[in-house]
């Protein structure tokens, strides 16, 4: 089992800037194959917005957030974290934290990929 808590939503304004952490806890760091950053905007569907795998090193962004998202993970504190920037209005959404433990998952990993998922935080950014 992993438990994943994020952190870090609020409020911004258009074109600012913030960073959301999620700390994984139940199983070693090194266990954990693959996380990402999925958003839910409201009434819309759950989505990828960032993934890392940590065997290769490999990152994935959405089209629609590259160039201002940046996804990073620290293993001595188990924490990944999104640092966003540039932020618009329809980067409003509760984010989620996902993780997956098994080798040879799709990727870039959809929603259905993902064992063990955080509650989310909400990131609203006003016009």
């Known amino acids: 089992q992993v438990q994943l808590v994020e952190s870090g939503g609020g409020l911004v304004q258009a074109g600012g800037s913030l960073s959301v952490s999620c700390v994984a806890s139940g199983r070693p760091f090194a266990d954990i194959i693959l996380m990402g950053w999925f958003r839910q905007p409201p009434g819309k569907g759950r989505d990828l917005v960032a993934a890392i795998r940590w065997s290769g090193h490999d990152r994935y962004y959405a089209d629609s957030v590259k160039g201002r998202f940046t996804i990073s993970g620290d293993s001595a504190t188990n924490t990944l974290s999104l640092q966003m920037n540039s932020l618009k209005s329809e980067d409003t959404a509760v984010y989620y934290c996902?993780?997956?433990?098994?080798?040879?998952?799709?990727?870039?990993?959809?929603?259905?990929?993902?064992?063990?998922w955080g509650k989310g935080t909400p990131v609203t950014v006003s016009a």
């Open positions: 996902a993780a997956d433990l098994r080798y040879g998952t799709s990727w870039p990993p959809g929603t259905n990929d993902m064992i063990y």
